[in-house]
C-alpha cells in the first residue's frame, strides 16, 4: 500500500532530508513542494508564514491524497508544526535543530548552531538550549545569506568559499568550539565543504534522525518498511512560482529521485 509523503521545504534544503528518508525508505511515493514564491522564509514575518505554510500544506494534501507530511524546513518547524497539527489530520513530522545530539557529543562543551536569524532568535531555540544544552556554550550564528548560497549550489554547482568563510568567521575565532549543528536544511547540501574548512569540527544535522522518525511513524500506522525497499513509486515536484532553469532544476532533483515534470500551483 502506498504511503503518499508530502515533503515541504522554502526551496532545495529539504532535498538533504529527502536523501537521508529515501535511504531507509526508497519506496515512498513523494511529492516535494517548494514554495519558492516566498523564498527565503527567513526574512518573512511569522504570521504570513504560518497561514501560508497551512494553506499550501492543506491544499496539497487534499489534491495528493496524502497519508504523512515532513516539514524539511526548520524556520517551519519552529513556527508553524502546531497550527499544522491542528489543521491536518495526517501525521506532520517536522525538523528540529540538532542540539541534543551535539551538546551530548562535545567533548568541550562548546557548540554552534548555524541556521537562519528566524530560527536563532525563536524563544523555541532558547528552549532547546535549555533543556538539551545545559552545560555547553552555545554560539549562535544566523545567516540568510548561507541559504542563498547553498540554494546557488544546488543548482549551478559553483560555492561562494570567500562568503563562506566570512560567514562562518565565528567557528575560526573560537578553535575550542567541536560541534556545528546545522539548523537549516540547505546547510548540509554544503556541508562537505564546510568540514574542509573546519576539519575539526563535528556536522550535525537531523537528516538521519528525521528519517528514523519516519520509519517508527509508518511502523505506528501498520506499515512493513520491508514492503516499502523497492522504488517503483511516481515521484512528483510541485511549486509555487517558475523555475528560471527548468532543465538543470530537474537535472539537479533527479540526484535525489527519478522526478518527470513538476506542477506549479
Known sequence: ?????????SGVGGFSILQQIRQAVPGLPTYYLMDNALFPYGIQPDNVLIERIVKLCVRACQEHDIDLVVIA?????????????????VPVIGVVPAIKTAAKQSQTKQIALLATPATINRPYIDQLIKHYG?????????????????????????????????????????TKIDQLILGCTHFPLVSKHIAT?????????S?????RRICFVLTELGHDLEDLQQDNQAHQLITTAKIADKDAFMSACRRI????????I
Open 73 to 89: 524546513c526548520n524556520t517551519a518547524s519552529t513556527l508553524a508544526l502546531p497550527a499544522l497539527r491542528e489543521a491536518l489530520e
Open 207 to 211: 537528516g538521519e534522525a528525521i528519517a
Open 134 to 174: 545545559e552545560g555547553c556554550q552555545v554560539t549562535r550564528i544566523g545567516s540568510s545569506k548561507l541559504v542563498k548560497i547553498a540554494e546557488d549550489f544546488w543548482f549551478q554547482g559553483k560555492l561562494d568559499i570567500p562568503s563562506l568563510k566570512d560567514i562562518l568567521q565565528p567557528l575560526a575565532e573560537n
Open 1 to 9: 500500500m502506498a504511503v503518499n509523503t508530502l515533503i515541504f521545504d
Open 197 to 205: 574548512l573546519f576539519p575539526q569540527l563535528t556536522l550535525v544535522d
Open 257 to 264: 529521485a527519478p522526478y518527470q515534470s513538476f506542477n506549479i
